[in-house]
């Protein structure tokens, strides 16, 4: 793809991520894209030839690059799930703060009405490493027991809460301190009492 076209479609999808996180993917009409990339909607197709392909297009950029900040942040392994948790909590501060809208999308709407078969495999494979974190934990004695899916509902749930309750504040702006403290009150939520 020349870089001009390369360029566009960057533009076309953090159009499409900036306006689904304000709007939802179902609120979001093909037009609003193109002006907020300032571009005609015949530009927008092609690219993409639907809405659900920039929306899955999109999808998979956003949780791409959450599943890419992940397993940088935990390619060296932890001494202790905790240590575990804490490598994944400030992944997921550093991937909200430089992607507020990416993540905003990723966490606080319904894709199942739109997600292709390579959307739903990389949504799952983002699943399988945060249960498979739980599983760790669980077998080490650290984390609580029950359901992997219910305990990263938690857990994404307070996150995103967090990251709810202070906005328009980015997530980088926040005290540290605050977010330690945020990390200390999430992993409370997992940790195994003694």
């Given at each position: 793809m020349p870089r001009s076209s390369a360029d566009l479609a960057s533009r076309?999808?953090?159009?499409?991520?900036?306006?689904f996180a304000e709007r939802t993917y179902e609120g979001t009409q093909m037009?609003?894209?193109?002006?907020?990339?300032?571009?005609g909607v015949g530009s927008?197709?092609?690219?993409?030839?639907?809405?659900?392909?920039?929306?899955?297009?999109?999808?998979?950029?956003?949780?791409?690059?959450?599943?890419?900040?992940?397993?940088?942040?935990?390619?060296?392994?932890?001494?202790?799930?905790r240590e575990e948790f804490a490598q994944i909590w400030r992944a997921f501060t550093r991937f909200a703060g430089a992607n507020p809208a990416a993540f905003v999308f990723l966490e606080h709407q319904q894709h199942d009405t739109f997600l292709d078969a390579e959307s739903r495999v990389l949504a799952?494979?983002?699943?399988?490493?945060?249960?498979?974190?739980?599983?760790r934990g669980q077998r080490a004695g650290a984390i609580r027991d029950g359901?992997?899916?219910?305990?990263?509902?938690?857990?994404?749930?307070a996150f995103g809460g967090l990251l709810k309750n202070i906005r328009p504040l980015p997530v980088t702006e926040l005290p540290p301190q605050a977010l330690t403290g945020?990390?200390?009150a999430v992993w409370d939520l997992l940790h195994r009492k003694t």
């Open positions: 076309l999808l953090d159009s499409a991520l900036a306006l037009p609003a894209v193109a002006a907020h990339a300032q571009v927008i197709y092609r690219y993409f030839p639907s809405k659900e392909a920039l929306g899955n297009a999109a999808f998979r950029q956003a949780k791409g690059g959450l599943l890419a900040e992940l397993t940088a942040a935990t390619a060296q392994p932890a001494a202790t799930p799952a494979e983002i699943d399988t490493f945060a249960a498979d974190f739980i599983a359901d992997a899916a219910f305990l990263v509902a938690l857990a994404l749930g945020a990390e200390a």
